[in-house]
């Protein structure tokens, strides 16, 4: 990843942020990810007054990515409103993981700007064997 394609990613995320729809919770989520062959795809979290219905930004943005036909990521950024790291959820590391390449690394930025660097194999460290369902 390249530094022009790092404060893209995170100036998408920080984007994305602004587009969320979050009237329940008032939790604004953005996030971003870089694709193997450097395109970059935004998300911003979305609930709904069914609450397990809601999606989070990270799969939003990864699904926008298969939707467009791409199958592998080497960047994620997420970001919120709170000036503390957050990240992602069991479920969206289930989802990066996925489409991770070897070396994905995730990007932890605060509200105000701070940028914290994750290897994404450090945050799920043991994912299912994948070739072992793929036929
Ligand atoms: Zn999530």
């Given at each position: 990843m390249t530094t022009a394609q790092r404060r893209e990613l995170i100036a998408r995320a920080v984007a994305a942020k602004e587009t969320s729809y979050s009237p329940y919770s008032r939790f604004r989520v953005g996030a971003a990810v870089l694709t193997d062959d450097g395109n970059i795809f935004d998300g911003c979290n979305v609930e709904n007054a069914s609450?397990?219905?809601?999606?989070?930004?990270?799969?939003?943005?990864?699904?926008?990515?298969?939707?467009a036909g791409h199958r592998s990521l080497v960047a994620v950024a997420v970001t919120s409103d709170h000036t503390s790291f957050i990240t992602p959820c069991g479920a969206c590391r289930?989802?990066?993981?996925?489409?991770?390449?070897?070396?994905t690394v995730v990007l932890l930025v605060s509200?105000?700007?701070?940028?914290?660097?994750?290897?994404?194999?450090?945050?799920?460290?043991?994912?299912?064997?994948?070739?072992?369902?793929?036929k």
């Open positions: 609450y397990g219905l809601a999606i989070c930004a990270e799969r939003n943005a990864i699904f926008r990515m298969a939707h289930q989802v990066i993981a996925e489409f991770a390449a070897k070396g509200a105000k700007g701070r940028v914290k660097r994750v290897p994404f194999e450090r945050i799920f460290p043991t994912p299912p064997d994948l070739a072992s369902l793929k």
